[in-house]
């Protein structure tokens, strides 16, 4: 059964090849008298043809070209062929079934003349004319439909060319957009040429907001006013790349490369890619080499200092106590202030030994036991304990936990630890300020995450690198030894979970303990 097609040549609004196209079929059409002309495309890696143009047609309109199975037999001549190939008696002559012709037997043409389309050396489709009566082709008409092949083949193979841009052009395009990493194009003014999706959302502004910038507006709106004067104070014809850090405390890895065109103008391309998470991971494996390293040391040295301290602490508060037992001594020792110096030994023996247990807490390889846990439980009861401290007197406590956040399987005992002295830590940093801490509990895809915060002073930016490394402390002497955070980052890694800090000088800190979602222990299941 015949079915209506197109095959009107395309439209002016289309790209000016198909327009060329369309105008060589006309120009055939008027040499020739042929009732109809068309040119057709080959595609031999799918077997099928594509009408590019047409004219004379009287089928309905459709918009878009026909593409057909290539499956005929005189598919097979034609493309074998070299010169003009003559069909007489479309429908009425053993051999040329109408079924084989559905567009040309709609139209009621009879006799075609098809002469094939070749671009160096490539058989790219045939020119067709068609007649709707018995037509003999003379000598001179099939040389000038050969001279008109010519000139329709460099239209055809120009017109594919400008297809195969498109489609490279479309999905370079598609694969730009799609670059998990920013990417900025600028020029040797520093105009914003180009930009893709994510570096927009990095920016937070639309693409065309980002083009009326200049590269080094961008940059500061990005990284801050320093950093931009710090990183592009000198000129960068080479290639170069650099960590640079957000002042919310985000990393990311920059480059910038120069790309010379052949105008000789250069073109700038930078690259943002966000590793704060990777730069998290490198460092806690730095953290847990060392901590190793510090461990080995620390385990052997805690032990043997233990013994000497106790005997120097047992002997001072003897000599206190025989002081004490006659007025005499006592007077004597008022005098000349022994209680004091006694005293100030017993302490600092204390205090010694306070250090050497946190060395020993935190080179001891603690073995997590996972069980189903109610996190949100586990905060509240850590906060019950914070907010009756003596120093918790002036510190408003705020608490923000998700109720959806369900039970996970985690070591309790371990993740109050951290709670503990991440809440202890917040509490010395805005006791005196009547700050404010906030408990934060909420579920993060794959992980669980608690969140201690306070508005406190803040880490200083030289120390917040180090601030989990062993004695490193931003509390002031005699507050702290610089233990409590190594012991946390210590635990986390026991518990497969990971420890991150956010500060920013003058306003506060913020820890996160991200705990991973994962079955509990097989002991601890209940059957």
Not at 123 to 139: C, K, N
Not at 446 to 473: C, Q, Y
Request: with cysteine; glycine share 6%.
């Amino acid at each position: 059964m015949a079915v209506a097609i197109d095959v009107t040549h395309r439209e002016t609004s289309q790209p000016e090849s198909a327009t060329t196209l369309g105008t060589i079929v006309d120009l055939v059409r008027r040499i020739t008298h042929a009732d109809t002309t068309s040119v057709i495309s080959f595609s031999q890696n799918d077997n099928t043809i594509t009408w590019e143009a047409a004219a004379g047609f009287i089928t309905p309109a459709a918009e878009r070209p026909i593409t057909q199975q290539l499956n005929n037999v005189l598919a097979d001549r034609v493309l074998a062929a070299d010169s003009v190939v003559i069909v007489q008696g479309i429908g009425r002559r053993d051999g040329y079934p109408a079924d084989e012709f559905p567009i040309h037997a709609l139209e009621g043409i009879c006799d075609l003349a098809i002469i094939p389309l070749r671009s160096r050396g490539v058989q790219l489709g045939a020119l067709i004319a068609g007649y709707r009566l018995s037509h003999e082709f003379t000598v001179e008409e099939k040389e000038s439909l050969r001279g008109l092949a010519d000139m329709a083949g460099l239209a055809l193979d120009n017109a594919r060319l400008v297809e195969t841009l498109a489609t490279a052009e479309k999905i370079w395009e598609q694969t730009f957009e799609a670059i998990g990493e920013g990417i900025l194009a600028y020029d040797e003014n520093g105009r914003i040429l180009r930009c893709n999706a994510r570096a927009a959302e990095m920016l937070d502004l639309k693409n065309e907001e980002v083009t009326d910038l200049t590269f080094e507006e961008a940059f500061a709106r990005m990284f801050g006013g320093p950093a931009a004067a710090y990183h592009l104070a000198d000129s960068r014809d080479l290639s170069s790349g650099f960590e640079v850090q957000t002042e919310t405390g985000r990393r990311y890895l920059t480059s910038i490369a120069s790309i010379r065109q052949p105008s000789e103008n250069t073109i700038k391309v930078a690259t943002w890619k966000d590793v704060t998470q990777l730069s998290e991971v490198q460092e806690q494996l730095s953290r847990s080499r060392r901590l190793g390293s510090v461990g080995q040391l620390a385990a052997g040295v805690a032990h043997e200092i233990n013994n000497p301290l106790a005997a120097i602490s047992a002997c001072a508060e003897a000599v206190i106590r025989d002081v004490r037992k006659s007025d005499d001594t006592q007077k004597l020792a008022s005098e000349h202030q022994w209680n004091y110096y006694l005293e100030e030994i017993v302490r600092q023996s204390q205090r010694c030994k306070e250090i050497t247990r946190g060395l020993l807490d935190l080179t001891q390889q603690r073995q997590a036991k996972r069980s189903m846990t109610d996190l949100n439980g586990v905060a509240r009861d850590c906060l019950k304990v914070a907010v009756h401290r003596p120093e918790s007197a002036r510190i408003e406590f705020k608490v923000a936990l998700d109720e959806g956040i369900g039970q996970i399987a985690t070591d309790p005992a371990l993740v109050c630890q951290i709670l503990d002295n991440l809440l202890s830590n917040a509490a010395d940093a805005v006791g005196e300020n009547d700050g404010r801490v906030t408990v934060r509990t909420a579920r993060e895809t794959d992980r669980a995450l608690i969140e201690v915060a306070d508005n406190g002073p803040g880490i200083p930016a030289d120390l917040l690198p180090k601030i989990f490394d062993p004695f490193v402390s931003t509390k002031r002497a005699g507050k702290g030894y610089g233990l409590g955070l190594a012991i946390c980052a210590a635990l986390a890694e026991a518990l497969g979970a990971s420890l991150t800090v956010e500060s920013k000088e003058g306003e506060g800190s913020r820890f996160r303990l991200w705990i991973p979602r994962r079955a509990a222990d097989v002991e601890n299941v209940s059957v």
